[in-house]
């Protein structure tokens, strides 16, 4: 099968995370850029990594590119490719685009050149076309177009691949699926030691921690791909890879996974997650304050994710909260790496405690902080 460039997008310093991920399942990444890993794979790749990676949003395989300086010259460039190898006469398209040329006044001008190039070779070479519009479930088309450069991908995702599928019962302002994974990464978690998350809201952090050390394939549970709308799809190859993702062995942890949150609501949607994402079993559960969060002796992560004033609760109120954080750390988790993530940098300087690292994270638009402390005992944390 050809193999073609693949293009896998991911959140604003995210990168080195996918990048890492990637290598993990043995694809040589060519280059890092800020919101994606370039590799090299085969359709049959592009639905192992919408499977497998847990921290990427697309997976884009490219099927030209060309220079255009306006919409004329990517018309007449885009009518050339063979659309009929991808799309079929009888399916649905939509079209995505990121493009910055100074040609281009009108946001959906690119999208519509695009769409009459691939329609009109459609009708030339099938004597039907597609039906077009912005349902993104079915087969999608991504336009990138930076000044004279041109790529176009078949965006082998469509909804994002932080879309798991187990969510069925979100909290208060969650915390993306593929977030809490670079989270986690970015964490010195082994994945063989004590998890603690209190604050766990609808309890994302504690799930994909759990996936994670289990190694259970995040898009398992997903039964729509854009993938499934092309030409090229195999229904028989695609159960076949499934197949071999599941696991052989009944799933068992060795070490404690503990979520708390003082709210019941919270903690009734968390479970209620858990038990879609095959994990509930592997998660102590426990309705409690954080400052009564159960911490086991033995050492491992904590790691908590407050509001931070930006769109939940007020900032004034919060002071306290961060302050009680710290000690909480300093009073219930020596030998513990603590973590805080945070959007609201003078909120997190009330932990009251020196990071060891300042991590940074974007949560949609808001630029974020993993605040990471390395506890002791005794004075040296002080």
């Known amino acids: 099968m050809e193999s073609r460039r693949i293009l896998v997008t991911c959140p604003k310093a995210c990168s080195s995370y996918l990048q890492s991920e990637l290598t993990e399942l043995d694809f040589e990444t060519e280059r890092e850029v800020a919101t994606g890993v370039f590799t090299k794979g085969s359709f049959e790749d592009c639905i192992k990594l919408n499977l497998l990676l847990r921290t990427g949003l697309r997976v884009l395989w490219e099927i030209g590119s060309f220079e255009a300086s306006n919409g004329d010259a990517l018309y007449r460039q885009a009518v050339r490719l063979d659309w009929e190898k991808w799309i079929p006469k009888d399916g649905y398209v939509s079209i995505i685009s990121s493009v910055s040329n100074d040609t281009v006044t009108h946001t959906n001008y690119p999208n519509l050149k695009l769409k009459d190039a691939l329609v009109d070779r459609m009708r030339k070479a099938t004597g039907s076309r597609p039906n077009t519009g912005n349902d993104s479930s079915k087969a999608v088309v991504f336009l990138y177009w930076r000044d004279k450069e041109v790529c176009i991908y078949l965006d082998t995702s469509g909804i994002p691949i932080s879309n798991r599928g187990y969510r069925v019962s979100p909290h208060k302002a969650p915390m993306r699926e593929n977030l809490a994974a670079s989270v986690l990464r970015a964490t010195k978690w082994d994945r063989q030691s004590t998890f603690v998350n209190p604050m766990c809201g609808s309890g994302t952090l504690a799930i ?24 090229c799809y195999d229904l028989k190859s695609f159960e076949r890879i499934r197949r071999s993702l599941k696991p052989q062995t009944v799933p068992s942890l060795s070490f404690q996974i503990l979520a708390s949150d003082k709210d019941p609501k919270a903690i009734e949607a968390a479970q209620r997650n858990a038990e879609i994402a095959g994990v509930e079993e592997l998660i102590k559960f426990e309705i409690r304050d954080f400052r009564q969060a159960t911490i086991p002796p033995e050492p491992g992560v904590i790691i908590l994710n407050p509001e931070y004033g930006e769109r939940l609760g007020d900032e004034k109120k ?3 909260t961060y302050q009680e954080i710290g000690d909480l750390f300093k009073r219930k988790a020596p030998g513990y790496w603590g973590y805080v993530f945070t959007g609201n940098m003078n909120l997190g300087k009330r932990v009251g405690l020196k990071p060891k690292r300042r991590i940074e994270f974007y949560n949609g638009p808001i630029e974020c902080r993993l605040l990471e402390y390395e506890l002791y005992s005794g004075s040296r944390d002080r």
């Open 208 to 231: 994909e921690a759990a996936q994670w050390a289990l190694g259970l394939a995040p898009g398992m549970l997903r039964d729509n791909f854009a993938f499934m709308h092309l030409h």
């Open 318 to 320: 919060l002071l306290a």
